[in-house]
Each structure stands twice: as C-alpha cells, then as structure tokens.
C-alpha cells in the first residue's frame, strides 16, 4: 500500500452515526473476524434496516475478492475496509486492495453458458445484486457498495 493516508469515505462525517476503518491482512483467515465486527457495530448503531444478511454477504465476498485478487493471498499486504453510514444517506462500505485493479466489464457473466459450471466468478455478480449501488474506482482496486437509507429502496 502507499504511505500516503487511505481515502475517508465519501460522508460528512459530522453527520454520521458510524465511520469505521478497518485493515486487515491479505489472509482468508482475517474476513471472519472482521466481518463479524463490522456487522456488530453495524447492528449496535442501527445501520442495516433489516439487511444484515445482505451487508454481510456483500463485505464478505468484497473482501474475499481482495485478498483473493487484490493480494494474491500475501499476508504481508494489506485491505481496508470503510464503513460509514447516517440515516439521510444510507451505508457506504469501500473495500480498497494494493493490487493490479482489474476491469469490471471484462468479468463473464455466472449465470451465462458454462460458466453456470464454473467454480468461482459469482462474488461481483452477487455484490450487484445484495447492494443498491456498485462502483469500482483507481482501476478495480477499490469497490465502493451503497445501500439506501430503509424505507427508499
């Protein structure tokens, strides 16, 4: 990673119920832990409107995908994690990884031929599917997932 400081998230953080940065090392080992406290603060704060298992998903196949992708699973590099949420804008999550990016519209499509068959490919094709907006950002190295605030889905 660079030695400049990590991007914030996009939020004025005057107004947000919850900013949380996380980092974690390029090990598959490190998603549970970090998830899990994700989801408690997440849950304590009152952020996920009843789509705690969508959130969670989504964080978890990000995160899979940058250690997967993004590290090559070297625990010596690292991922973060940006959680912010407020009741106005809904939740943020950016998950940000060291490696080469990739580009988004080359990813076949799972449901598509063989590659129903396939054994991997279905992370970014469920993230679209569990949040309200999906972006990728410096080449694919970033993934930044919105969900609406409850009640505006």
Do not use: W
């Amino acid at each position: 990673m660079s030695t400049e400081s990590p991007a914030r998230c996009e939020f004025d953080s005057s107004k947000l119920l919850i900013e949380l940065d996380v980092t974690l090392r390029g090990d598959v080992h490190a998603i549970a832990p970090v998830v899990d406290k994700v989801m408690a603060i997440i849950g304590e704060m009152g952020c996920a409107g009843g789509r705690e298992f969508e959130i969670e998903l989504a964080i978890s196949e990000a995160l899979a995908n940058a250690i997967k992708h993004g590290t090559a699973q070297d625990p010596s590099k690292q991922i973060q994690i940006c959680v912010a949420c407020d009741h106005m804008r809904g939740m943020l999550i950016v998950v940000r990884d060291p490696g080469p990016g990739f580009d988004p519209a080359s990813i076949p499509s799972p449901i598509v031929g063989q590659n129903l068959f396939s054994t991997h490919g279905r992370g970014i094709y469920l993230i679209n599917r569990l949040v309200d907006e999906v972006r990728f950002e410096k080449g694919g190295t970033e993934i930044h997932m919105r969900l609406n605030p409850p009640g505006t889905r």
